[in-house]
């Protein structure tokens, strides 16, 4: 490893999860709630998640058939590639801007969408401007 020729001044981006149990107002920290209540709404949908992530700018990846192991019953995860900020910060910018999206996103078949991304029901994904991510070929 030539040290001498590496740049560590470029910042460091990595991808983290986020489900919405992390920013739901009506579930505990045992339950697996990550930020505190005042900053989380009840019941996100995933759905407007993705798209309040993609509209701050973030890189997402959607994947509709996760589920968090404390929450089993709600599907959905983003897989965000972030680029210097913590994943809490992140979950508060996603948090703070959910509410925008539910009233843009006025579109009754994406209303439709968001409350019935808490259950196994397939998404229509050309509706929004984020994409699913692409399945694992199992070897």
């Known amino acids: ?3 001498d020729n590496m740049d560590f001044d470029q ?3 990595q991808e983290i999860m986020v489900y919405p149990v992390y920013i739901d107002k009506t579930k505990s920290f045992r339950q697996g709630r990550k930020l505190n209540q005042e900053l989380c709404v009840e019941e996100p949908s995933i759905v407007y998640m993705a798209e309040a ?3 701050l700018g973030y ?3 959607f994947e509709p058939q996760k589920r968090h192991p404390r929450d089993p019953l709600v599907f959905g995860r983003l897989k965000i590639v972030k680029a210097g900020k913590s994943k809490k910060q992140v979950m508060k910018e996603i948090a703070f801007a959910y509410p925008t999206m539910v009233l ?3 579109d009754p078949k994406v209303k439709e969408m968001a ?3 808490r259950s196994q029901i397939p998404l229509d994904m050309s509706l929004l401007s984020i994409q699913e991510a692409p399945k694992k070929k199992k070897k």
């Open 59 to 61: 890189g997402v990846q």
């Open 115 to 117: 409350e019935h991304s």
């Open 53 to 55: 992530a993609k509209r």
């Open 11 to 13: 910042p460091q981006t």
């Open 104 to 106: 843009e996103l006025s």
């Open 1 to 3: 490893m030539d040290i």
